[in-house]
């Protein structure tokens, strides 16, 4: 006999795989194939063996890693061009015909460049913060900012923006500040001509390219604000006839000297300091003052550095010292005068 009990077959005409489970004659034999026993004949069964080593296998569909099966886009390899970051202005209007009137202003931010930016934006009416925004935008996207009634127009809105490069390039500045102000017969000259050109939006160039990092010397300031620095200190102090005494010691601290200055930049700060500075050493030099001491304080150094290059070159200033003292540590600076 071929087969014994328990051996696998293959049924010829069906393909499919059974086991043998009892010899019925030398012609037939029981077998069971999915759970049901039926008898064959010799000539209708095989081992499986010779079945499966001829049969072709199907290649293995290759290996895909998640998302692949999403179609990519192929590289256009054209770069679009660069136009800048711009505020466009979306009127809505209501009514019809000659009765048409603007109802509300939608604002978006249009990036047209390739670099991404992070953004802050101040609405203000009637000099009153009425909204505030922190925001990213990509490249060439935009985004919506907010909306204004027309009749708010009246309340001299101001758009004050503030950029700052989302990726780090010593090239740029550190950051670039922008204010849009509504100019009314501007705005309503271009919504004229928005309806006769039939276009949807005014657009407003913001910047077309972001600034470059200015050159600045050890104290963070540029060459324009040292130029600036030098208008603010140039207004010369009253002299003889101006009935203010002289001061034995003048402090430069800026909360004693503005109110406001919290609201002021570095370089108002500084203009303030040495237009005081200057005011009392002209004071002391015309009152024939022996000596006096300037606090400046320690901190950077930038206003200690401003003191001593104008006093060296006051011909009526005998020598100056800056050395630790009981009272002001290394924050003053005595002066004698000839």
């Known amino acids: 006999m071929k087969y014994t009990v328990g051996d696998r077959i293959l049924l010829l005409h069906s393909k499919e795989e059974g086991t043998v489970v009892d010899i019925i004659n030398d012609k037939m034999v029981l077998v069971e194939?999915?759970?049901?026993?039926?008898?064959?004949?010799?000539?209708?069964?095989d081992f499986p063996y010779f079945h499966r080593f001829t049969q072709k296998k199907a290649p293995l569909p290759p290996k895909r890693t998640p998302g692949e099966e999403i179609r990519k886009e192929k590289p256009s390899g054209v770069q679009k061009p660069e136009k800048g970051v711009f505020l466009t202005m979306l009127p809505v209007f209501t009514g019809h015909g000659d009765?048409?009137?603007?109802?509300?202003?939608?604002?978006?931010l249009?990036?047209?460049?390739?670099?991404?930016?992070?953004?802050?934006l101040g609405i203000w009416l009637n000099n009153t913060l009425f909204l505030e925004l922190r925001q990213d935008i990509h490249p060439f996207q935009h985004t919506y900012l907010a909306d204004l009634e027309f009749d708010q127009l009246n309340d001299n809105p101001r758009l004050e923006f503030t950029f700052i490069p989302k990726e780090a390039d010593l090239k740029l500045a550190a950051s670039y500040?922008?204010?849009?102000?509504?100019?009314?017969?501007?705005?309503?000259?271009?919504?004229?001509?928005?309806?006769?050109?039939?276009?949807?939006?005014?657009?407003?160039?913001?910047?077309?390219?972001y600034p470059l990092r200015a050159e600045t010397d050890a104290y963070g300031f540029s060459p324009h604000e040292k130029k600036k620095l030098s208008t603010l200190t140039s207004?010369?102090?009253?002299?003889?006839?101006?009935?203010?005494?002289?001061?034995?010691?003048?402090d430069l601290h800026i909360e004693k000297l503005a109110d406001n200055w919290k609201s002021l930049t570095n370089l108002e700060i500084l203009g303030i300091q040495l237009n005081e500075f200057q005011h009392y050493l002209d004071l002391a030099?015309?009152?024939?003052?022996?000596?006096?001491i300037v606090i400046h304080g320690v901190g950077s150094g930038k206003l200690r550095d401003e003191?001593?290059?104008?006093?060296?070159?006051?011909?009526?200033?005998?020598?100056?010292?800056?050395?630790?003292?009981?009272?002001?540590?290394?924050?003053?600076t005595e002066i004698f005068f000839k």
Not at 33 to 45: A, C, E, K, S
Not at 184 to 209: H, S
């Open 33 to 45: 194939v999915g759970g049901t026993n039926f008898p064959v004949y010799l000539d209708q069964i």
């Open 177 to 209: 500040q922008k204010t849009w102000k509504v100019k009314a017969r501007q705005l309503f000259l271009q919504l004229g001509e928005l309806q006769q050109q039939q276009k949807a939006t005014i657009d407003y160039l913001l910047f077309d390219k």
């Open 285 to 292: 030099i015309s009152q024939h003052q022996h000596s006096m």
């Open 99 to 108: 009765e048409e009137m603007v109802q509300t202003l939608k604002f978006h």
């Open 110 to 120: 249009l990036n047209e460049t390739n670099r991404p930016y992070n953004f802050h």
């Open 307 to 332: 003191v001593h290059e104008i006093l060296k070159t006051v011909p009526e200033v005998k020598f100056f010292v800056n050395q630790y003292h009981p009272l002001y540590g290394y924050g003053a």
């Open 235 to 250: 207004i010369q102090s009253i002299k003889d006839t101006t009935p203010i005494t002289a001061k034995h010691e003048v």
